[in-house]
């Protein structure tokens, strides 16, 4: 009986922690699935103060990422890998992409 016992609750084990695994992994999955990706593409991204462009970067065959909330708005800040100074982070709001043809 105490053998039984014990497989019984050592079954329960591995199916919590596969449950718990599973639900971290479904986790990540709806936040990249909310995540505004723009892949691939040569892109012109400038911040804009007061209705004129203040600085421009380009992104070449790259990506640009923002994270959304629940409505599918886009939040916070556009995030990507320039030519011209590597890593740049723009409030949403103030910026302005252009895809280069």
């Given amino acids: 009986m105490k053998t039984a016992l014990s497989k ?20 990540m999955n709806k936040w ?3 995540a505004d990706n723009l892949l691939g593409k040569d892109l012109r ?20 990422t923002t994270g959304r909330d629940d409505q599918g708005r ?3 800040y556009y995030y990507f ?5 590597g890593y740049v982070q723009l409030p949403i709001e103030r910026t302005l992409i ?4």
């Fill in 8 to 27: 019984i609750s050592l079954y329960l084990t591995f199916i919590s922690i596969f449950l718990l695994s599973a639900c971290t992994e479904e986790s």
């Fill in 45 to 64: 991204v400038s911040y804009v103060d007061g209705g004129k462009v203040v600085k421009s970067w380009t992104v070449k065959d790259g990506k640009i």
């Fill in 32 to 34: 990249s699935r909310q």
């Fill in 74 to 76: 886009a939040i916070g």
């Fill in 81 to 85: 890998w320039s030519v011209e100074t």
């Fill in 98 to 101: 252009e895809e280069i043809k």
